[in-house]
């Protein structure tokens, strides 16, 4: 090599050294300071799903976690018994809630859910019992979380709320066999009595997420990338996510694992009607209003992408007559949803937060004021209080 390029080849050499001592020494730094469990929450200051061998996932009893986002900072509460909710009132009549992370509350405060605000509307003669999970729950964890838990509470109502794109998608994780199996068999394990629950549910130990691969640098540019997507979506005005699992819910001509997911509800709901009817208790299937399904401009791209047009009903019509067949009441809330955004003229994100698909604090007030007029019109509570 000539000597003149040597004074060259060696500053190379040297940045390329410094770049990766640097780059080294971010490395360690976000490992330390930020990349921790809690950082696939942003911020979490500690665990707050826990596992439980009877329907999968939990809450750890007693427990209080500040969970932060960009666009939220909330405090969330467990009772006794892990329900994000207050303490058991003897004496009340009971409504149990079964559903995901809408329900349970996810990015609020105990006082800013869903089921706090219906409880406030029912009056004191009412509780509420917040038996929402987040976590990849769907409608066999629900069932087999009301077989196993929540019916000896002996609610009066059980609803169990839908979210579309989520319970099909959620239903077909192979995780699910354990509770149902291909033959369409629910196979979750069966308890004795509460006892056996609230033994194991005092040793839980904390929920198995699959651990984020990858270097926390590019962990830290894939946060950067996500917060520069959800910035233009407020800019453009829509859900900026065309994936076909998405999508695949809302075509009319269903695939072979949609036609499966529709197969386990059914079954799931066949069961959960049994046990709700041996108790006495009445049993309600509310269809929220997917946050993708609410946004016109989503479904408009999102069919040019799938080259066929989707349906925004579809998956709420093959609910209903699934509740038909198997003799359950049925509230789809879409329509009053829909309603509600355009009546107030509301623009994207419509009722979700802006960094986060879930009902920000109006989505969750609303979801309360549409159950209280649902169980209302239908004289499923009695002595009303609320306003």
Known sequence: ??????????????????????????????????????????????????????????????????????????????????????????????????????????GHDNDQTAAHSLERLLGPRYQVLNFGVSGYFSTIDEVALYDDFAKFFEPEVVLLFFVNYNDLEDLLAPAKQALIDR????????????????????????????????SCLMRLLGSARRTFVQRWQMVVRFHWDFRHELARAYLATEDAEIRRAWAIVEASLGRLRDVTRAQGATLVVVDIGDPYQLDPSWVQLASIREGSPLSPTHPNQRLEAICRKLGIRFYDMYPEMQAYIVGRGLRYPFLSFSCDRHYDRDGQQLIAKLVFGYLAREALVDNLQGG
């Open 183 to 214: 033959d369409l068999n629910l196979v979750y394990p069966r308890v004795r009595d509460l006892g056996e629950v609230t033994a194991r549910i005092e040793q839980q130990s904390p929920a198995d997420f699959p651990a984020r691969a990858g």
């Open 1 to 106: 090599m000539s000597t003149r390029f040597r004074p060259a080849a060696a500053r190379v050499t040297l940045a390329v050294g410094g770049l990766l001592v640097a780059l080294a020494a971010a490395e360690m730094a976000l490992r330390t300071f930020w990349c921790g469990a809690s950082a696939a929450y942003e911020y979490q200051s500690k665990p707050f799903l826990s596992t439980n061998p009877y329907w999968g996932t939990w809450h750890f009893p007693n427990n209080e976690v500040e969970h932060r986002k960009s666009c939220f900072t909330a405090h969330y509460k467990t009772n006794e018994l892990g329900m994000k909710g207050d303490p058991l009132r003897p004496g009340a009549k009971r409504i149990a809630l079964l559903g995901d992370s809408f329900i349970e509350g996810f």
